[in-house]
């Protein structure tokens, strides 16, 4: 099976769950996703607050079609039990579990969201940030195949990944590829989204841009923000170029000729196209609208 359309996760973005200004500003910020995070952006002596904050915005959850998601404090961690909890409560989208190593971890976050009734609705990101959850990375994805799992999304971490391996982070993440790629890989084959890492230097949004363009030839299905202004070029980068949809317009347009009606592969200005390329354009132009849902 190819990979079908799912909602744009063209850009995600972090929100520590204490940072009040951060929170009073998303309406004015157009990334698809927000993370609320109350892991590594809240001190211990906070974890309690942030949490009761968070209770707080989802009483009135804000209208519009973005998705919003909490990055919890991990299962093994003093609070990681309590704020699954709370949140199965929430209207949120999803979950976001930190350090998690293997598929057991996702399975055993989806039975306390069971034993406390959150919706089918709400789903299960995962952080790939250790060497064993890249290690384990296959089996891990695999469970998107499973509704009753709920894994939606997979998201690098690069920071934890770094500090856990010893790899160097150089401006081309040149001996990151192979990770990246092998994440790719194995999200495509579990029928998951697959985010990219966030890049701390918020300031140079050039070099943000062509990480973001890298990214997305890679097959990444989108970024991890930590600033407003990483969310314009990440949303670009990861939009369908008017090139490449006018190119997806022209091969359904050529399909739908009565003279091509009964054939599998025809030729369209001195290229072979085929009912593969039928389905990929369509998934195209199906994404390009849900895009356009999404500014409303
Ligand atoms: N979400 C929403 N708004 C944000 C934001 C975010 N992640 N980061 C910054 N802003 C807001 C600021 O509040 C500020 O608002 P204002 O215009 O009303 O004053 C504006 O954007 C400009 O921010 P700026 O002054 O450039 O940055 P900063 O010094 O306030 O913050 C960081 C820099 C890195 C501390 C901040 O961006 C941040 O906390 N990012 C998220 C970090 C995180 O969640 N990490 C965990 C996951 S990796
Ligand atoms: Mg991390």
Request: with cysteine.
């Amino acid at each position: 099976m190819s990979h079908s359309p799912s909602r744009p996760r063209r850009s995600a973005l972090f929100v520590p769950a204490t940072n009040e200004k951060a929170i009073a500003k998303l309406p004015q910020l157009a990334c698809d996703a927000v993370i609320f995070d109350l892991e590594d952006a809240v001190l211990p002596e906070h974890k309690a607050v942030a949490r009761d904050r968070l209770a707080g915005f989802f009483a009135e959850r804000p209208a519009g079609n973005r998705e919003f998601l909490v990055r919890i404090n991990s299962l093994a961690s003093p609070w990681g039990v309590e704020d699954l909890t709370a949140a199965s409560g929430w209207a949120i989208d999803g979950v976001l579990l930190p350090k998690i190593a293997t598929p057991r971890d996702i399975i055993e976050a989806g039975d306390v969201l069971d034993d406390n009734d959150a919706p089918d609705g709400v789903r299960l990101w995962a952080m790939i940030e250790t060497p064993r959850a890249l290690v384990n990375i296959a089996a891990i994805a695999e469970l998107g195949r499973d509704p009753a799992a709920r894994l939606a999304c997979l998201v690098a971490g690069l920071n934890d990944l770094a500090k856990d391996t010893g790899v160097m982070l150089t401006p081309d993440r040149r001996y990151l590829q192979a990770w990246l790629m092998q994440m790719v890989l194995a999200a495509r084959a579990g029928g998951v989204d697959m985010l990219d890492s966030v890049s701390n230097d918020f300031r140079d949004l050039d070099a943000f841009s062509s990480e973001c363009r890298e990214a997305a030839a890679m097959g990444f299905s989108g970024k991890t923000v930590i600033h407003p202004a990483q969310i314009g070029p990440a949303n670009e980068a990861f939009s369908p170029s008017p090139e490449a949809l006018a190119e997806a317009r022209a091969v359904v347009d050529a399909f739908a000729l009565p003279e091509n009606a009964g054939r599998s592969v025809i030729s369209l200005e001195g290229k072979m196209v085929e009912r593969l390329h039928l389905a990929q354009s369509e998934r195209l132009l199906a994404r390009a609208a849900m895009i356009e849902k999404l500014k409303n």
